[in-house]
């Protein structure tokens, strides 16, 4: 990059990312390719070679300033946002033998009413952490067992509900349903990082991070155990520690095969993130397993809840008679990440059937769970009680995005009873927050003011304006159900098939439909720089001529951007708008975006 600008601003902007973000895929892709065939000299050179670059600095940078949802939250140095030219000055000062800072420690509620706490880096460490990570995930995706799913590029929870689907559709299986408590805050950093094994400059810097310590309301409080949530690489660091679990399972069932419980030996581990199921065809081999995975999870100073781990059976007890198995239905089956699993004694006409087209006398279905619909429901709740005196389209507005959201996470699985209840139950507070509105007004005055006919169904709440349907409020079983495919058991982003992984991110469920339709139009690119949607990149729909150019909201005028993209577009927008008026200050501001 030219040294002869004088305004380092403009030469941020200027930048040619999309030959960074080429140049960075390659190397890393390089690095994966090296991994997968164990070459661990090509794999540290490559690594250094990466995070020496300026290209993996910049990108670093700009993952954590423009990007990241978190960048205006601030760690112990204050800083917030920077400006391009502090940008600039960041990237030159990126040094992976620089002193660590303090993490700050931010408390977040919890369901259950308690707090866990996150860890906030300083701007200078999370732009580091970023940079390590650019060079780390790439040889750890190619290390990683094909059942693990939390915290991956490219995976999702619900890809860990279909693989439980496909280990269970066609027999009923015994369950250990755990969860490690407290995973994050308890790691053996000593473990951690002989599991990373990776070059001294890598390892002191990992380490300085464990260890840096946290400030919580002003006081210092030292870390000898865990790795702080919050942090850009704590998700792939509690990965790492928790890799390799899935090998205890292949292990057993080698050691199973040697006698004849092996015979009909079929067990399976799913993880996301540090929760995990355990699948298997009867309770020995579950108790067997619990205690094989108890002695591995001590080794990194883990330990399985005990309030939140147990034994169940996806079907019922095969040890239950009749009568205990019609009082004890209830305890079949398990929740994991929202969703209940359960299989339902049916009769031949509702039986799923075998790969044989043998009728299997059961049927395996996957629903929300009670306490996720709960949830839910209260969260609506809570909002409509807020909300008694504003005005009705004030109401949809705060509503909508939570049905949107839900309705689309749970959209991949048996969900249409449940969606009609809710639809049920949001209706009758609604009619309640309305007639408290006009305590002197009739029922049918009252409704036909707040619902309207729209598209052939009567009992819409919706505002009108000028006669016409102005705002709706969603309802969730208008959400049709479409089943999410599975992610391929060992494919990586880095294995170099971005089509594949860019016609993903538009087949997510909770992808937005505007956007899923925008990304099969521009058949997975982003229509400003041309270069595939990455699986944590952040897109957002752009009006390519701006509507206070007189541009339409509608599809033909829409565009999806990574969101740098979209920042970068429309500061010209806003220039171009101006004609010439902006002073040199204001196009300073106009770079900040």
């Known amino acids: 990059m030219s040294n002869t ?9 200027r930048i040619n990312w999309r030959k960074l973000e080429v140049a960075v895929y390659k190397l890393q892709k390089r690095i994966f390719q090296a991994s997968l065939r164990g070459d661990t000299s090509s794999v540290r050179r490559l690594q250094k070679t990466l995070m020496r670059s300026w290209s993996g600095k910049a ?3 700009r993952k954590i300033t423009q990007d990241n949802q978190g960048k205006k939250t601030a760690g112990v140095d204050g800083i917030k946002s920077l400006t391009p030219k502090a ?20 408390w977040i509620p919890k369901s259950n009413g308690d707090k866990r706490p996150l860890g906030i880096p300083t701007m200078h460490d999370r732009a580091t952490q970023a940079l390590a990570k650019l060079a780390l995930e790439p040889e750890w995706e190619a290390k990683f067992e094909p059942n693990s799913y939390g915290f991956r590029p490219g995976r999702s929870a619900h890809d860990a509900i279909g693989a439980i689907f496909i280990a269970i559709n066609q027999k009923s299986k015994w369950v250990l349903d755990a969860d490690i408590s407290k995973c994050f805050d308890k790691i053996n950093h000593e473990e951690l990082l002989k599991k990373i094994n990776t070059f001294p400059t890598m390892r002191r810097l990992i380490k300085a991070w464990l260890k840096s310590g946290v400030m919580d309301d002003g006081q210092f409080f030292e870390t000898n155990e865990g790795s702080p949530q919050g942090g850009v690489i704590s998700p792939l660091l509690a990965n790492i520690a928790l890799h390799r679990v899935e090998q205890l399972v292949i292990d057993y ?17 799913i993880r996301y993130a540090d929760d995990f199921v355990i699948l298997a065809n009867n309770e020995t ?4 397993m619990r205690e094989l995975v108890r002695n591995w ?13 147990k034994i169940v059976h996806t079907l019922f007890n095969p040890q239950w008679s009749e009568d205990e198995k019609f009082e004890n239905c209830k305890d079949a089956g398990f929740d994991f990440l929202g969703f209940n699993v359960r299989q339902y004694e049916v009769d031949d006409h509702h039986s799923g059937k075998s790969t044989k087209k043998k009728l299997l006398g059961f049927k395996t279905l996957i629903k929300p769970s009670k306490k996720a619909i709960k949830k839910h429901y209260d969260a609506i709740a809570e909002i409509i009680d807020a909300h008694k005196s504003a005005p009705q389209a004030a109401l949809i507005a705060k509503l909508n995005p939570i049905i949107r959201g839900w309705v689309n996470y749970y959209s991949t699985v048996v969900s249409k009873e449940t969606f009609s209840t809710l639809d049920h139950l949001v209706y009758q507070k609604l009619s309640r927050w309305a007639n408290r509105r006009h305590p002197g007004k009739s029922d049918s005055w009252v409704s036909s003011k707040y619902w309207h006919t729209v598209g052939g169904n009567n009992w819409v709440f919706s505002v009108t304006k000028d006669g016409k349907v102005a705002e709706t409020l969603l309802d969730h079983a208008s959400k049709k159900i479409v089943r999410h495919i599975k992610v391929k058991g060992t494919a990586s982003p880095f ?3 971005l089509k594949y992984w860019s016609s993903r991110r538009g087949e997510h469920p909770l992808v937005p439909t505007r956007v899923a339709k925008l990304l099969k139009e521009q058949k997975g690119k982003c229509a400003h720089c041309e270069l595939y949607f990455r699986e944590d990149d952040l897109i957002e729909i752009d009006h390519i001529i701006p509507k206070s150019l007189g541009g339409k909201d509608r599809y033909g005028n829409l565009q999806a951007l990574h969101r740098h993209c979209h920042d970068s577009k429309t500061a010209n927008d806003i220039r171009a708008s101006r004609l010439g008026e902006v002073t040199p200050a204001e196009d300073e501001e106009l770079s900040v975006w």
């Open 5 to 13: 600008l004088n305004n380092q601003t403009v030469e941020w902007n």
């Open 59 to 61: 990108l670093s940078v």
């Open 87 to 106: 940008r600039q000055n960041l990237v030159l000062s990126l040094n992976i033998n620089n002193k660590v800072s303090a993490t700050r420690r931010v």
């Open 253 to 269: 069932t080698r050691k199973l095969k040697g006698n004849k419980r092996g015979n009909q030996s079929s067990i399976s581990l």
């Open 285 to 288: 081999q579950i108790n067997e």
């Open 297 to 309: 999870l001590a080794q990194m100073g883990l330990e399985l809840s005990p309030s939140k781990t």
């Open 495 to 497: 294995d170099g098939n």
